[in-house]
């Protein structure tokens, strides 16, 4: 069911944003949040990725996807909130459409910073809380019942604050609208930070 709601999203727009944000990180990359891999095939040829995914189900997936790209890909089950790495061992990071499923995103946020070397290129995107009040009040209200739906993620969280407030400069926040018929319409932001 993942699988098909991700095609609606890659043919929405979410093609053209993993090619973005995945396809100029060099060196040691960290992935937090892999998914099923879906960001796989737009790293560079000569990326050395250690893809972090708690959920085994998605981890079969991306481990599959991994086999089939360019890129030097591992998998590994993970915790964004008690990453297993030392201090300032990655180059760079990227994190797709996690964060907001992140218990404790503050903490997450904080580990990845620990992990990455100082000034490392990061890439997220994220659905966040609305700039506009009533649409925001609107997903301080749906968020119990969405994030009981959709596996703990949250519609509310303010993402670009939390990523300064975990000490990351952000150099970039861009808005984007994905589009799926059927579905809510989540304010969307790409976000370019240094570490």
């Not at 996690?98 to 503050?106: E, G, K, L, Q």
């Not at 926040?173 to 579905?183: D, F, G």
Request: some cysteine; glycine content about 6%; hydrophobic content about 45%.
């Amino acid at each position: 069911m993942y699988e098909q709601f991700a095609a609606s999203m890659e043919k929405a727009g979410m093609a053209a944003v993993r090619a973005r944000l995945a396809g100029d990180l060099r060196g040691r990359i960290i992935e937090i949040g892999c998914g099923t891999g879906l960001n796989f095939s737009y790293y560079p040829a000569d990326a050395d990725v250690t893809a972090i995914e708690p959920l085994e189900e998605f981890r079969l997936f991306a481990a599959e996807r991994a086999d089939t790209v360019a890129a030097r890909i591992e998998v590994h089950e993970g915790d964004a909130q008690q990453l297993p790495f030392d201090d300032h061992s990655f180059d760079a990071a990227l994190e797709t459409l996690a964060f907001c499923s992140v218990p404790d995103a503050d903490r997450g946020l904080r580990e990845l910073r620990r992990v990455l070397k100082p000034g490392a290129a990061v890439r997220f995107f994220e659905h966040v809380r609305s700039d506009h009040a009533a649409v925001a009040l609107a997903q301080n209200a749906f968020n119990p019942l969405w994030r009981w739906l959709a596996d703990g993620c949250n519609l509310n969280r303010d993402t670009v604050a939390a990523i300064r407030a975990a000490g990351f400069t952000v150099e970039r926040v861009s808005a984007r609208e994905i589009r799926i018929p059927r579905t809510p319409r989540f304010p969307f932001r790409e976000i370019e930070a240094r570490a």
